[in-house]
């Protein structure tokens, strides 16, 4: 294999994500290509480094890019995945560290392990979710 470029991922307002202990940076984890579209998924497991100074608080995130490296959107988490500075929650190093790859809709609804699944033009259920604003 042969690296021929490289693309910057941008945060949700089109900077590029800073470096620690910026409170927006990203850890981030696992990326993937959707066939489909071919833009980027990936994963950041976000921080919770209570004793770091100062203090961090990143919450995790899986969001999607175009091929260039710009925000398209976030996936919504329920508040269980929200990093809080309590004993509550997720920890640092310890949320998403990975994403699998992509499947189309058939293969999470119907479709068995060893079933050969149709393809849809349905997108799949993690892109049906509402976008972050």
Same mark, same amino acid.
Request: with cysteine; net charge positive.
């Given at each position: 294999? +042969?690296?021929?470029?490289?693309? +910057?991922?941008?945060?949700?307002?089109?900077?590029?994500?800073?470096?620690?202990?910026?409170?927006?940076?990203?850890?981030?984890?696992?990326?993937?290509?959707?066939?489909?579209?071919?833009?980027?998924?990936?994963?950041?497991?976000?921080?919770?480094?209570? +004793?770091?100074?100062?203090?961090?608080?990143?919450?995790?995130?899986? /969001?999607?890019?175009?091929?260039?490296?710009?925000?398209?959107?976030?996936?919504?988490?329920?508040?269980?995945?929200?990093?809080?500075?309590?004993?509550?929650?997720? /920890?640092?190093?310890?949320?998403?560290?990975?994403?699998?790859?992509?499947?189309?809709?058939?293969?999470?609804?119907? %479709?068995?392990?060893?079933?050969? %699944?149709?393809? +849809?033009?349905?997108?799949?259920?993690?892109?049906?979710?509402?976008?972050?604003?």
């Amino acid at each position: 294999m +042969t690296i021929t470029s490289t693309v +910057t991922l941008k945060q949700p307002g089109g900077l590029v994500y800073p470096k620690v202990p910026d409170p927006a940076v990203a850890d981030p984890e696992s990326v993937r290509i959707n066939p489909l579209s071919g833009n980027y998924v990936w994963v950041s497991e976000g921080d919770r480094a209570l +004793t770091a100074v100062p203090p961090r608080i990143i919450d995790p995130f899986i /969001r999607e890019v175009s091929p260039d490296g710009s925000h398209l959107r976030s996936i919504l988490w329920p508040s269980a995945f929200k990093m809080s500075t309590e004993n509550k929650g997720p /920890r640092g190093n310890a949320v998403f560290r990975g994403a699998s790859r992509f499947l189309p809709t058939a293969a999470s609804s119907r %479709c068995s392990p060893r079933a050969r %699944c149709k393809r +849809t033009a349905r997108p799949p259920p993690w892109m049906l979710a509402r976008p972050r604003a």
